[in-house]
């Protein structure tokens, strides 16, 4: 089953919706292979219509991740002890990530080390 317009998305979508407030366990097999399908139907057109575009390099996750956690470029620097002016300009492109930088962003931020390194 393919998903062409917004308007079937939210039709499918509230089917799904009702079928899992009926709870697993009261749901017949037919019901349960009709949420499997149309589960499918509806990550298909998300990933077309609303696509996750991937950060782009180190700085680009450091934005992410801080996003996620909410976090300001003042908390960012607070919580590793690196200055604001520093953290700004890195996150700028007008100065190069350091180790201390890159430290802070693995241990804050949990950016895994091996990004981090791909991306100096």
Known sequence: MKIN???DYQKYLH???ALM??????LSKSELKR???LSA?????ED???PIIKPEGLIG???VKMFEKKMSQTDFAKASGISLPKINQIINGKRKADIPFAKAVHKILDIPADY???HL
């Not at 139907?41 to 057109?45: G, H, I, K, T, V």
């Open 35 to 37: 949420i499997g399908t």
């Open 48 to 50: 077309t219509v609303y």
């Open 5 to 7: 317009n917004e308007k």
């Open 21 to 26: 407030k009926k709870g697993e366990e009261n």
């Open 61 to 63: 996750m450091v934005e």
């Open 116 to 118: 981090i390194l791909s």
């Open 41 to 45: 139907s509806l990550e298909a057109y």
């Open 15 to 17: 089917e799904v919706d």
